[in-house]
Nanobody, 125 residues
Framework: DVQLVESGGDSVQAGGSLRLSCVVSGLTYINKVMAWFRQAPGKEREGVAAIYIGTEPPTTMYGDSVKGRFTISRDHAKSTVYLQMNDLDAGDTGTYYC????????????????WGQGTQVTVSS
């Protein structure tokens, strides 16, 4: 079975940093895209960052609101995808989900088939 397990969510002050981790099991790496989405209360799920593992180095993309502050990366040996989040602000508050799919996009959740349970990030000003 495919499993994605996130960790690293926490409550932080504005301007702080967090690193989220997503341990992946049961997936092959052919044409695989890994991504982070987030969802704030009352809002739709929003694409944050994606990484395409089919190139070396991997190709990455970011949502406009996090460009220059967030970095997605992966450790192949540990089957783990990371999201380094710096200079956090209240707008980054939400539940962060790790997901895997086959289309390199952040525009829609419909291209992603496997999801973790989410990890909560709360940023206070």
């Amino acid at each position: 079975d495919v499993q994605l397990v996130e960790s690293g969510g926490d409550s932080v002050q504005a301007g702080g940093s967090l690193r989220l981790s997503c341990v992946v099991s049961g997936l092959t790496y052919i044409n695989k895209v890994m991504a982070w989405f987030r969802q704030a209360p009352g809002k739709e799920r929003e694409g944050v960052a994606a990484i395409y593992i089919g190139t070396e180095p991997p190709t990455t993309m970011y949502g406009d609101s996090v460009k220059g502050r967030f970095t997605i990366s992966r450790d192949h040996a540990k089957s783990t995808v990371y999201l380094q989040m710096n200079d956090l602000d209240a707008g980054d508050t939400g539940t962060y989900y790790c997901t895997a799919g086959r289309v390199f996009t952040l525009d829609s959740t419909s291209h992603f088939y496997w999801w973790g349970q989410g990890t909560q990030v709360t940023v206070s000003s």
